[in-house]
């Protein structure tokens, strides 16, 4: 189980991680606490250390995919082991295949928060069969759809509003029709903004 990622944590990474549209950090764009204004507008901000704005950029990436930190160590650890690849981009595959992501990614979820909780609750199939698994990899191929059980359910009430507003990814094909969407081709890391430094986050697990 995840903690619920409060928008305290978005100011204080000063990039919003909670998937709210109406993140605090818009209205609030300094870090949270009584001196937390000063902090940001002061120019005699001492810079941070080299451990520190590598830890900075690691929470970004964690807390915007909604990973525990063993997930993600064992992610990244995943991404620098593989030598078919660039690490950064093998990182962005690693946690853009997540079933919970994808399911974020067609529209069928507004956060991913909501999608693990989705997945949790047996509302999605992979290949027309049910999982709950929300870390489970994908690969090339692969469908993603409703449990037709499930459409009754409230979370579902304006999904065909959703999916047509919904940007789907040139590596997704999503079928509004049917409410199923499949994996055409592996993410790019061009096309995804983790709002961090890759290689800082690389240079933190190779410590």
Request: net charge positive; aromatic share 6%; proline share 3%.
């Amino acid at each position: 189980m995840t903690s619920r990622i409060t928008c305290k944590i978005c100011r204080r990474l000063g990039f919003s991680v909670c998937g709210r549209q109406n993140c605090a950090l818009k209205r609030k764009p300094y870090p949270p606490g009584v001196h937390g204004r000063s902090k940001a507008g002061s120019r005699r901000r001492s810079a941070s250390s080299e451990y520190g704005s590598q830890l900075k950029e690691k929470q970004k990436v964690k807390f915007l995919y909604g990973l525990r930190e063993k997930q993600f160590g064992n992610l990244v650890s995943k991404a620098i082991a593989a030598k078919s690849a660039e690490t950064s981009r093998r990182i962005i595959e690693l946690l853009e295949t997540r079933l919970d992501n994808v399911v974020y990614r067609l529209g069928f979820a507004t956060s991913r928060n909501a999608a693990r909780q989705m997945v949790g609750h047996g509302h999605i199939l992979v290949d027309g069969k049910r999982t709950t698994i929300p870390s489970r990899q994908l690969k090339v191929g692969k469908i993603v759809s409703l449990r037709p059980q499930s459409l009754d359910r409230g979370i579902f009430r304006d999904l065909d509003l959703r999916l047509k507003k919904s940007q789907i990814p040139s590596w997704l094909s999503l079928d509004q029709g049917k409410r199923e969407g499949r994996i055409v081709a592996l993410p790019s890391s061009a096309e995804v903004d983790t709002g961090a430094n890759l290689n800082s986050v690389i240079e933190f697990y190779s410590r």
